[in-house]
Structure formats: C-alpha cells, structure tokens
C-alpha cells in the first residue's frame, strides 16, 4: 500500500491512531467487546415539512421528508448504486388518507476505491404526494406521521431509524388559503420546495427521441438534445444494467449526444428498456426511458 | 535448477497473470489465487479442485456482515456447509487503518467469540484477492464448484438490509447454489448485484 500524499498520510495516521486507542480500551474492557459495536448514528435531522399551512378535505398536498446531514455523510438515491440503500417510510397517516411515491431529486455521484454508489451528500428533500379523504372533518388537525429507515454513511455506514411527524390544521373545502399570510417559516419552507423540486427529474422532452442500443460490451444511449451541454451525467434506475464505476463516455452528434455506458458484469440477459436520469450541466436533469435495441 | 521447475514456475506466473486480467465472472474459471489465514497457513485455490469453495467477504463492523453474525445466520451456515464438505474461506480485504482491518490475532479471537466456523479465514488487507474478484461488498458471496468454475457471484440472500428479522424469511442464494449445484443441477439464480458495506481497499 503506498501513501504518498500528506492529506491521506494526516487521515490514516489519525485513523490508526484512533484505532490502536480503540483497541487499548476494548482490551480494558475485556475480550468480548472486540465484537466492534457499532459507533451511534451521526447527528441526523429528519422531519417532515410541508408548505402548505393546512389540510382540505379530498386534496392532495406535498410532503417533503427532509434530511440534513453532518459534513462527510450521504443517504442513498432509489438506485444506491454498488452498495447501499436507500431511505423507506413506513407511514402513519389518519383513516382515508393515502401517500404516494417520492419524487426523488437527482442524485450526486459517491465514490470509494472499486465502487460508485448514487446517493445525496449533506442532505436532501424527498416530496411524496398524500390525499385526505373527501370526507374528512373540516376542523382540528391531522397528524402525518412515518417511522423512516435509512442508512447514513461516510467511509463508514450506519443504519438508522427517525419517527417523523407533521401536525396540520383541517381547512373548510374551497376556503381561503389559510398560508396567506406568510410566515418567515413558511417562507423558507416554500424556498426549499421550490429548490427541490428543481432537481427533481422533469420527463425528457419528445423531441429528444431517446434511443439505445446494446453494442458488444457497452449500452449506447443516443438523445437528440439539440445544443451539447459542457457535462452530461447519467443515472440508472435499474440496478445491474451498467457498471457505475466505468467513466460515462459522452461524445458529441450532429443533433446531441450519444452517451457510452459500460455494461454491467451482472447483466445476464438482454433488457429492452434504458431508465434512468440525464442530469445536463446548466439545463436541468430530465427522465429518460429508452427502447433498447440489441 | 531443472528445466522441469523451471517450466512448472513459469507456468505457475502466466497462470497468475492470466487470471489476474480476467474478472471473476459466472460460468468461467474461477480465478486462482494464492492466500494466507489467521494461523499462517497457505491456501492455493486449485488445492481445492474436486470439492465446492465458499468465499465470503467478511468486515465485522459493517452492519449488514453484524446482521447476519449477530443473529448466528453466517456461523450455521458455515457449520453446515463445511459439515458437507464445502471449503468456506472468510476473506478480509479491508486495509490496515480502515474499518474492518483485523490482525491474525483478532480475527482468531473474533472467531472464536462469535462461532465462527469457516475452513479459515483469509486476510486480505493488500485487497489483492479482493480486487481480483472485485469484491464490491460485505457480504459478497462467490460459489465455486469442484470443477474450478465460479457457479454464484453475489449478494448472501434477497433481502437487502441491515435488520435480522429480514433473515428468516429471505431466500439463501448460497445455500440454494449449492443445494442445486450438488443435486446435479443449474444453478436457478448465479448473479444478484450484493448487498453491504463497500469493501474497504486501501485509496
């Protein structure tokens, strides 16, 4: 192993230091603790936000699943990539209502000596759509609630769980908004929603004509975007149809772009469909679901 | 030196180097390596030739290697396969100063606190037998059959968490491998993408 650098000579050295300290106490304590416990759960904020100031009865309304991370840790996306998992809810919602699937932001790129995993460093929003029933009781408040599993990791990875819950009041069917008047809050909430939502996928436009093809060893994944953009990332949405660690060769068409994606080890038999997300520098991240040709 | 050895030696380096450029793939040769366990002892893998190999890649701190240690899945399995004559190998790759990194001793201590039962345990920290079969997880289970050919490269079962009651109702992709392999037929299920902590290799 060599280590040439000072940045990662200072990290293993502290590391190795800390290790050999660990050790010293597990001896104290006694041989049965070198079972390495599990360190605790970095500080994790996990909440549910809404910017909407009140339920109505029949309408749906957005709930973000709001995570913020301590510098250095990441969550996963829905693809985690080579390792990892990504966030569930188990939710806890009053009679007659109903929630859907998250909206998930696009993702950042996580690398590690031999895998590249999909996930969100520092934090993020995940918006999930919940309808009240129609009959719902038009006065108090609903409680919204969910128990959150998730696994949090920096080079090192911990499960964990939060129970989140958002109290709201019930407003008469068609009356005025009760978010009116704004607050500071709700301000800032609204702020983060519409961060949000900017990086959640939009469908990718008709005129793109998203195509594939299987060509010997690589996945061919051809979209007619019209300018290039300076970076072009893409993220699958299947597990074990490209290999996340291989660089992502995008080359330049008359029209777009054609992007060259490695095939994964894991992929045994042809698929007829590329489902994934095109994140173009400057332009946005749009949803891609390719034919494949083989 | 005679020219018998001399050829057995050269023969010995192309076939290393030969398996080195190919990655561990179902269906092929699985690739030869040579190891060393937490006794000293060296394990050649085509030693091995004429019984099925386990190699399990092991980090006992990552949670998802705990769930199933701590709930007694991987020490069961290990005793009743190598009852039935399977070699399994407990393969560590993480380097020295990350997580999971063990010295002979304290992975012999490991072993003995915890059950263990594995035909021994390899230790890895160059990640070089890691790298050679690109261990991408703890757990990451590959099933060699007595012929040498890599017959299941993948995740220990189907539930991918980090919770042990996800345990008893998951379906054991090694043990079902073998079960097959050994009754004389195809292996229903040879690659599932494994689930864990990423292997810790040296940056």
Known sequence: ?294 | MNAKRIGTITAAIVLFAAAAAFAARVGLAAPDFVATDSNGQSHHLADYHGKFVVLEWHNNSCPYTQKHYQSGNMENLQREWTARGVIWFTVISSAPGEQGYVTAAQENDYMRQIHAAPTAALLDPDGRLGRLYDAKTTPHMFVINPEGVLIYDGAIDDRPTTDVSDISGATNYVSQALTEAMAGKPVSVATTRPYGCSVKYSH
């Open chain 1, 1 to 294: 192993m060599t280590m040439a650098f000072p940045k990662t000579m200072l990290g293993a050295a502290w590391r190795r230091t800390a290790c050999a300290a660990a050790l010293a106490v597990l001896a104290i304590c006694g041989v049965r603790e070198i079972r390495a416990q599990s360190p605790g759960p970095p500080h994790v904020d996990v909440g549910l936000v809404s910017d909407q100031t009140a339920v109505r009865p029949g309408q749906t309304l957005w709930v973000g699943l709001q995570f913020q991370l301590p510098s250095g840790w990441h969550i996963y996306w829905i693809n985690p990539g080579d390792s990892g998992e990504p966030p569930k809810i188990q939710w806890n919602l009053p009679p007659g209502f109903r929630a859907g699937d998250f909206l998930w932001p696009y993702p950042q790129r996580i690398e590690a000596p031999s895998i590249v995993d999909y996930g969100y460093a520092n934090g993020v929003v995940l918006l999930a759509p919940i309808t009240a029933p129609a009959d719902l009781p038009q006065h108090g408040s609903v409680t919204l609630g969910g128990a959150v599993r998730y696994l949090v990791c920096r080079e090192i990875c911990v499960p964990a769980k939060a129970n989140v819950q958002l109290v709201l009041p019930v407003a008469a069917h068609g009356g005025s908004a009760a978010s009116s008047a704004a607050s500071a809050s709700n301000a800032s909430v609204h702020a983060l929603f519409e961060q949000t939502k900017q990086r959640v996928p939009q469908p990718a436009p008709a005129a793109w004509s998203a195509r594939a093809r299987s060509a010997g060893n690589e996945f061919i994944l051809s979209l007619r975007i019209g300018k290039p953009a300076p970076q072009v990332q893409f993220f699958p949405l299947d597990a074990d149809v490209i290999e996340n660690s291989a660089p992502q060769d995008v080359r330049s068409t008359a029209a777009g772009i054609e992007i060259h994606l490695r095939k994964s080890d894991q992929l045994l038999k042809p698929i007829a469909r590329m489902r994934g997300v095109v994140v173009l520098s400057g332009r946005g991240a749009y949803s891609v679901d390719a034919p494949v040709t083989q």
